[in-house]
């Protein structure tokens, strides 16, 4: 049994790794691309899950859910590139931070002026509902296994985008030389949106995903913003492999240790104490980590600047 | 260095206006807005910490809560030890003396901005944003779960902490304590940009290599810079656990650093005064918008973007123009 | 200078005559209506401010304002509310760390203020104040019943489960203080945590017999869902605030048959309980959360002190507080000696009317129950 709860562990903090791949993978590529640093990342994620509630409770199905999320944060996101973050590429990352900052406040305030203060309902598809057993005796749930799916198909689906077609080709064009680019004739502001667009929609994605699971309420996207934060700088800021390992990375670390450091401090201690202390270690230890990986790599794991 | 004769003006305005609001409040028996001012005073020192390594370093901490929490929980502390009579550390009692509490803030700050500025200054960009924020959510996390202290139900002081030949409990008097830490801060940083060292630390954010020809260690620069900026923010720390009679590890989180990131660029990001002026609006709109409107941070955001987008000197810039160096 | 502003305040006067009181009653309600926990404080609100009109009374003048759930805010908006705006009576603040930062000052300052929801044990026992009334519970109270219900229900090894935050520890603590049987686990999970797998991984392999959470707000939604999912198939026992009105209908289907104490249910058998849910509705057009509740009689207790004597006269207005002469939503309500409740606590239990969840009574938990601080409370 203590096998099956281990793998059970592993594969939680996998399915935890890639949700925060979805969010980091956008985060990473809008960097990469225009070096623009976007704290208003987590608003996106929460218009996907509320979007995906609404359009849900509105026909019944989840399905629709999905793509009304996509289409809504890809949208949100092409609106607020054209109004706000295209002015801010030339600016420093100060300008940058304070901006989405700001956008933040106006995504939360108006997502609950628009929805009320209450959260909404948004359920797994009935298709994906109950648990598959394990080996060695445990059960993991059907729809966390399919959110795995899901992000090993994007992490596939981007490599593909990027090193095969032509829009990857701008993009890697963009990530090393913008003039460059600019003379080539290709339309620079275009692109932006686009790619800002492709990034929102993958925080929109992951927040439908994890709105089913989770609870879809304003705010929602702040704790895994700073987490995706997180993922992208331990795993080098503008590579798209960096933000995977580093999703995996955290998912990871992060689950076993809140499994295990109780564990390990019950072993000298008693069982009440051991809870408290291992689980306040335990929410820290991912900090740690970042802090370790920049201690001994100040780029990250891997740069996409060299 | 001379600034522009209209920012000096400008700064001289600020600085009257500042200490007048308490002086006209009193006078009209509204007790409240001195609380008001002194909470604008506490905030623009932190400020004025944050203002010399972003604003003259270049370096955008993202993690400024943590110094301005650690000063907050050593007055907090110090007092719960005094209040209760228990001894603090190695039979040390706790104090109730503000002298004491500012040491002990600014010297913890600086041990702790060290520890963390060695780690932090080695990387540079996004990078440094992000290692400060991290670090920020370590001491955030570690005060949320410590039992010993409150955890996230924070520690209150029951009777504000004292200081020899003013009466803390006045409000004015507790002001006018504040607003003479403020000036003191500003001759500092106005010293110390105008000092060989603040002109190596500007450089640092210009070309490491040329500083490093002409002998000096950027690195040394940048870590003496982070350790006094955090030194300058715990002393504000601990003023506003006194203001509030109260700390918890919400002057930790990472809104309250984004909020100092914000209190700068509202003022003039580099100016002496811009601390001041961001933290004179600043306040003044969370109170008043606060007051009007539910949806009061929308609005909020709103006026935060439209500064960034089309004010980009601040207030500071707005009314004095350009700033005359950079 | 103050009427610059004095215009940013909301005055909500209630307009319609009533009965007079002695002096108006001016009350400041600093409360949580931004941001995630919105939900809560917009109940609050609403439910006092129902009290407020079907009262009709003139004389009392209430201000509300936002406290976005950060501490200093809250005690700024306590400074203006009393040094400025001169109210008479604080209240409205939902969560325990805002009230640990607002209420010693706020009675300090000869101020009353009556809790409408957060009941942290600082303030019931040593640091308790002859001007604070809670008028909900005491955050040890429906975990205590909790342990009660589980102990009743013969459960043997229950795994129990809170974040690690001064409530957190407070709720397990209550649990045991009633819960007899052994413990399965004992886990403490990161604040504002949303994603529960790993714990459910340990809940399925512990061999426990029940599970007793505490998870407010969305932790709790995003718990029970993700319980559903898991196919590990325990009974679940909690307290009422993963199951009240306000986020029932974003846990969905999950939570039906679910065990929860509550000293509120709509369906607690009094006049007053059925008026205030028949108006509630038909006022807001969502059924009445415990938090809506407790605003109402919040509202109404202060109502009925403010007509037995004047609010400047603290010590007669703090006796006709200390009287609870109101009727409360809940039935029979009366302070202890340190001015918490003494009332029933309810097992219900979560089931469908129709298309919409909410709760029915079950059974008494806890009969006139008191919390386990009065004893340190020297007033």
């Known amino acids: ?306 | 260095m001379m600034g522009n004769p209209r920012e000096t003006i400008l700064n001289l305005a600020l600085v009257l206006l500042l200490a007048a609001i308490p002086l006209v409040a009193t006078g009209m028996g509204e007790p409240f807005y001195v609380t008001l001012a002194t909470r604008m005073a506490i905030l623009a020192l932190a400020a004025v910490g944050l203002n010399f390594l972003l604003g003259l370093g270049g370096l955008v901490s993202f993690g400024h809560a943590a110094f301005f929490g650690i000063g907050g929980y050593v007055a907090g502390i110090a007092a719960t030890h005094a209040f209760n009579a228990e001894p603090l550390l190695f039979g040390l009692p706790g104090t109730n003396q503000m002298i004491v509490i500012w040491l002990a803030a600014v010297l913890l700050c600086g041990l702790a901005a060290l520890a963390i500025g060695v780690i932090s200054l080695r990387t540079s960009g996004v990078y440094f944003i992000m290692i400060t924020l991290a670090f920020a959510q370590m001491i955030y996390y570690f005060a949320i779960s410590w039992p010993a202290y409150g955890g996230e139900d924070g520690l209150s002081i029951y009777v504000r902490n004292g200081f020899p030949g003013v009466n803390t409990l006045n409000g004015l008097h507790f002001f006018y304590l504040c607003f003479g830490l403020l000036l003191a801060a500003l001759a500092v940083f106005s010293v110390l940009r105008n000092s060989r060292f603040g002109a190596a630390l500007e450089a640092s954010r210009q070309n490491q290599q040329r500083l490093a020809a002409v002998g000096i260690a950027p690195f040394r620069v940048k870590l003496v810079a982070f350790a006094i900026s955090g030194m300058i923010t715990g002393l504000a720390g601990a003023l506003f656990a006194d203001l509030n009679r109260f700390v918890s590890p919400s002057m930790l989180s990472w809104h309250m650093s984004g909020e100092l990131i914000v209190l700068i660029i509202l003022g003039g990001t580099g100016r002496l005064f811009g601390p001041v002026a961001g933290a004179m609006v600043y306040v003044l709109f969370e109170f008043y918008l606060g007051g009007v409107t539910e949806r009061w941070q929308f609005f909020l955001g709103l006026i935060l973007l439209g500064v960034v987008l089309f004010a980009r000197g601040g207030v500071v810039g707005l009314i004095a123009g350009k700033a005359r160096h950079g | 200078m103050r009427k610059f502003l004095a215009a940013g305040v909301i005055a909500l006067s209630t307009s319609v005559a009533g009965g007079a009181f002695a002096e108006p009653v001016k009350i400041g309600m600093i409360t949580t209506l931004s941001g995630g926990g919105a939900g809560l404080g917009v109940d609050v609100r609403d439910g006092f401010m129902l009290a407020l009109k079907q009262a009709g009374n003139s004389e009392v003048e209430l201000i509300v304002e936002d406290d976005a759930r950060k501490p200093e805010l809250a005690v700024q908006i306590a400074d203006k509310m009393i040094q400025s705006d001169k109210v008479d009576i604080l209240t409205g603040i939902i969560w325990s760390n805002l009230a640990m930062a607002v209420v010693p000052n706020a009675v300090n300052q000869g101020t009353f203020y009556l809790s409408p929801n957060a009941g942290p044990s600082a303030l019931a026992g040593a640091n308790c104040n002859k001007n604070y009334f809670n008028v909900a519970w005491q955050n040890d109270n429906l975990h205590e019943a909790a342990g009660a219900y589980a102990a009743e229900a013969g459960y043997k090894k229950v795994f129990i489960m809170a974040p690690n935050y001064p409530a957190g520890t407070d709720a397990l603590t209550g649990f045991k203080r009633f819960y007899e049987g052994d413990l399965a686990n004992e886990v403490y999970t990161k604040l504002g945590q949303t994603d529960y797998a790993a714990e459910i991984a340990q809940i399925r392999a512990s061999g426990a017999d029940a599970v007793f959470f505490f998870l407010p707000g969305g932790m709790g939604i995003a718990f029970m869902k993700q319980y559903a999912q898991s196919g590990v198939e325990l009974p679940l026992v909690g307290p009422a605030f993963s199951f009240s009105q306000d986020i029932l209908g974003a846990v969905g289907d999950a939570a039906i048959g679910v065990k929860n104490t509550s000293q509120w249910s709509k369906d607690i058998d009094n006049d007053t309980n059925k008026a205030f849910v028949e108006t509630f509705q038909a006022e807001y057009g969502r059924l009445p959360s415990l938090y809506a509740s407790q605003g109402f009689d919040t509202a109404n207790l202060i109502l009925s002190a403010a007509a037995k004597a004047d609010v400047k006269d603290q010590d007669a207005f703090r006796a006709a507080l200390k009287e609870a002469d109101f009727s409360s939503t809940r039935g029979d309500f009366a302070f202890a000696s340190n001015h918490h409740p003494i009332q029933d606590i309810y097992v219900r239990e979560v089931i469908k009317e129709g298309d919409t969840l909410t709760n029915k009574i079950v059974g008494v938990a806890l009969e006139d129950h008191q919390d386990a601080y009065a004893a340190e409370c020297k007033m």
């Open chain 1, 1 to 306: 049994m203590q096998t099956a709860l281990l793998i059970e562990q592993i594969l939680n903090g996998l399915q935890f790794g890639v949700m925060l791949f979805l969010m980091a993978a956008g985060l990473t590529l809008i960097f990469g691309v225009m070096g623009l640093i976007n704290l208003a990342h987590g608003s996106l994620y929460m218009i996907g899950a509320f979007a995906c509630a609404t359009v849900a409770a509105a026909t019944g199905s989840f399905w629709l859910g999905l793509v009304a999320s996509l289409a809504a944060a890809a949208a949100a996101g092409a609106i607020v590139e054209v109004t706000v973050i295209r002015r801010l590429y030339d600016r420093d990352h100060l300008d940058q931070v304070l901006a989405t900052f700001a956008l933040i406040l106006i995504f939360s305030e108006g997502t609950r002026w628009v929805f009320g203060s209450f959260p909404l309902y948004l359920d797994i598809p009935p298709l994906l509902r109950g648990a598959l057993p394990l080996p060695g005796g445990g059960a993991y749930p059907a729809y966390r296994l399919a959110i795995i799916g899901v992000g090993i198909a994007v992490a596939v689906g981007l490599y593909l985008l990027i090193s095969r077609t032509r829009l990857g080709m701008r993009i890697r064009a963009g990530e090393s030389d913008r003039e460059m680019i600019a003379a080539l004739g290709v339309d620079i502001r275009t692109l932006y949106t686009v790619v800002f667009a492709l990034g929102a929609a993958l925080a929109g994605l992951a927040g439908a995903l994890v709105g089913a699971l989770q609870s879809v309420q304003v705010g929602m996207g702040e704790p895994v913003l700073i987490l995706a934060f997180v993922v992208i700088v331990i795993g080098g800021i503008g590579s798209i492999k960096g933000a995977l390992v580093g999703a995996v990375l955290v998912g990871v670390i992060d689950t076993l240790g809140r499994f295990l450091l109780p564990v390990a401090f019950a072993t000298f201690m008693d069982a009440s104490s051991a809870a408290g202390i291992g689980a306040a270690l335990a929410s820290m230890l991912i900090y740690v980590f970042m802090a370790l990986v920049l201690a001994i790599r100040p780029q990250g794991l891997f740069s996409a600047q060299g």
